[in-house]
């Protein structure tokens, strides 16, 4: 199963100069708790947006730069996004965990959507893909929760494939 994982503001805003522009704990507890022992999906600069190797996961970091190596033993890098067509076939759920291109190029694979949806606009330059509701549904929503730091609201959300189409 192909999972995407993302937190983002009022307007799809995902990122802005390769960070994110919030700190929200709670999120940041989320993602982890939802992609330990998992394989998690990345471009290239959202790789190097990590502080390590994200630890108990296994990391596939997508890049057309033929040169672009990475000699950890949990990270595998690949140069065809086609690669997870074929992936997504195995029996554990794996994540995309960005960046936007890579979102946008694999939401028609995706069977599930995890979102971190916080109530405020943020500046960015980077958003997160439509989604066509007419394909997934939502399927959980959490109640709406405060963050202190930030001063916004915010819940988490989980979209499911309609196989219905």
Known sequence: MLSC???????REIGKN????????????????TTIGKTIVMGRKTFESLPKV???RKHIVIT???????????VLV???IDFLRNYKREI?????????EIYKQLMPIFDKIYITKIYKNFEADVFFPNIDMKVFNLRFSSKIFYNEYENVNF??????RNWNE
């Open 78 to 80: 690949v140069h065809d």
């Open 92 to 100: 554990d759920e794996t994540f995309v965990i960005g960046g936007s």
């Open 18 to 33: 390769n960070k994110m522009p919030w700190y929200i704990k709670e999120d940041l507890i989320y993602f982890k708790k």
């Open 155 to 160: 819940n988490f959300e989980i979209y499911g």
């Open 5 to 11: 994982i993302v937190c983002m503001g009022q307007n």
């Open 54 to 56: 994200l630890p108990n």
């Open 64 to 74: 057309k730069n033929k040169n672009y190596s990475i000699s950890h033993d949990d």
